[in-house]
């Protein structure tokens, strides 16, 4: 299975809104609304901030949203904030029953 | 709050088996799905594969014939082996509860292949 294809940086200045792309195919991301994504901060263990493409886990702030257009899924945050800074990965369910992550996204608040 | 704790050796050689078991607390292991994560020193995160608490598994494909994932309901625990291991293998090893949405992992643990 290949990896899900997403920039690998992306960038903004505090309170700006960034968005990062997670493109797959047919076999994943564009048939299943399986399609989450991940916070990392260096050396920690990553952090679920949205599963089924749009929904939030309590206590993730409303500045993370998702959505998925055909094979692409997207990330927003709104409001940037340094604490944001970090590796962002997305991942989808499959058709073979797998899960399938991307290449991460690393998010410099500048 | 559940909790997951990886645990076992941080060195393996070449050509051996990796083991390592994750250990659930604050709560059941029973009808969930549990799942193994890896990360190499600086790069992204790879589905190893995940297990029902019945035994049902399901492996990557890049993996499977060198994978082998168990669970015990008695302990609360759930294993990885991955046989045959080579240098490709040194990685942060991370367990997880869900099957695509993982909202509980455990902190990690480096297993580095060294002879």
């Known amino acids: 299975q290949s990896a899900l294809t997403q920039p690998a940086s992306v960038s903004g200045s505090p309170g700006q809104s960034i968005t990062i792309s997670c493109t797959g195919t047919s076999s994943d991301v564009g048939n299943y609304k399986y399609v989450s994504w991940y916070q990392q901060h260096p050396g920690k263990a990553p952090k679920l901030m949205i599963y089924e493409v749009t929904n939030r886990p309590s206590g993730v702030s409303n500045r993370f949203s998702g959505s998925k257009s055909g094979n692409t899924a997207s990330l927003t945050i709104s409001g940037l904030q340094a604490d944001d800074e970090a590796d962002y990965y997305c991942?989808?369910?499959?058709?073979?029953?797998?899960?399938?992550f991307g290449g991460g996204t690393k998010l410099t608040v500048l | 709050q559940v909790q997951l704790q990886e645990s076992g050796p941080g060195l393996v050689k070449p050509s051996e088996t990796l083991s390592l078991t994750c250990t659930v607390s604050s709560g059941s292991i029973t009808s969930y799905y549990w799942t193994w994560i890896r990360q190499p020193a600086g790069k992204g995160l790879e589905w190893i594969g995940r297990?029902?608490?019945?035994?049902?598994?399901n492996y990557n494909p890049s993996l499977k014939s060198r994978v082998t994932m168990s669970v015990d309901t008695s302990k609360n625990q759930f294993s990885l082996r991955v046989r045959s291991v080579t240098a490709a293998d040194t990685a942060v090893y991370y367990c997880?509860?869900?099957?695509?949405?993982?909202?509980?992992w455990g902190q990690g643990t480096l297993v580095t292949v060294s002879s």
């Open positions: 297990i029902y608490s019945s035994g049902s598994s």
């Open positions: 991942s989808s369910y499959t058709s073979s029953d797998t899960v399938v």
């Open positions: 997880a509860r869900g099957v695509s949405s993982l909202g509980y």
